[in-house]
């Protein structure tokens, strides 16, 4: 039931008490009674209408700040994905393609950045790759078949808001 339906009912209800039970013409007390009850709940109503609207209005807002779907900057969970092949660049970079063994059309590439210690460098074509996302979801730990860590991978809000340099 909404508040301005319960208010008119209240309003009725008042009404009803001070009117006389047959009917008939209204005495100068009992006209006086309603308009005095009318009165009030009228002005009542109107001084609590903006204090109704603005409730109503946050509660719209709490609602709304409400997270419904997943967020689609964090980092959620991805399937294994076997390494199909190793591109080297000329800096010293590698440019790895990656497959879904279940989903031939799924397709993914990652350029991993000249270093001395490029964990591209190890891998072989049929290598099996897991993402695990991090604990915040700012990116995925990038895996090898065996569990150890070769890098980290970043969401592209991650990356877009944070310096990539090495440390």
Same mark, same amino acid.
Request: glycine share 8%.
């Given at each position: 039931?909404?508040?301005?339906?319960?208010?008119?009912?209240?309003?009725?209800?008042?009404?009803?008490t001070v009117l006389p039970?047959?009917?008939?013409?209204?005495?100068?007390?009992?006209?006086?009674?309603?308009?005095?009850?009318?009165?009030?709940?009228?002005?009542?109503?109107?001084?609590?209408?903006?204090?109704?609207?603005?409730?109503?209005?946050?509660?719209?807002?709490?609602?709304?700040?409400?997270?419904?779907?997943?967020d689609a900057s964090k980092?959620?969970?991805?399937?294994?994905?076997?390494?199909?092949?190793?591109?080297?660049?000329? +800096? $010293?970079?590698?440019?790895?393609? /990656?497959?879904? !063994? #279940? =989903?031939?059309?799924?397709t993914a590439l990652i350029? &991993?950045?000249?270093?001395?210690?490029?964990?591209?460098?190890?891998?072989?074509?049929?290598?099996?790759?897991?993402?695990?996302?991090?604990?915040?979801?700012?990116?995925?730990?990038?895996?090898?078949? +065996? $569990?150890?860590?070769?890098?980290? /991978?970043?969401? !592209? #809000? =991650?990356?877009?808001?944070?310096?990539?340099?090495? &440390?």
């Amino acid at each position: 039931m909404t508040k301005s339906l319960l208010c008119a009912g209240l309003l009725a209800v008042s009404a009803l008490t001070v009117l006389p039970a047959s009917a008939g013409n209204l005495n100068g007390n009992q006209a006086s009674g309603v308009s005095a009850v009318i009165s009030v709940y009228t002005v009542s109503f109107i001084a609590a209408s903006p204090v109704l609207l603005v409730a109503k209005g946050s509660q719209s807002v709490r609602e709304g700040s409400k997270r419904t779907k997943p967020d689609a900057s964090k980092a959620e969970p991805l399937p294994p994905m076997a390494v199909q092949q190793i591109d080297r660049k000329p +800096d $010293g970079g590698f440019h790895v393609a /990656l497959q879904r !063994p #279940d =989903a031939p059309d799924a397709t993914a590439l990652i350029d &991993w950045p000249a270093r001395a210690d490029n964990p591209a460098a190890t891998l072989k074509v049929g290598d099996v790759l897991h993402f695990e996302p991090t604990e915040v979801g700012a990116g995925w730990t990038v895996t090898a078949a +065996d $569990g150890a860590a070769l890098a980290f /991978l970043p969401t !592209p #809000d =991650a990356a877009a808001g944070h310096s990539s340099e090495r &440390w």
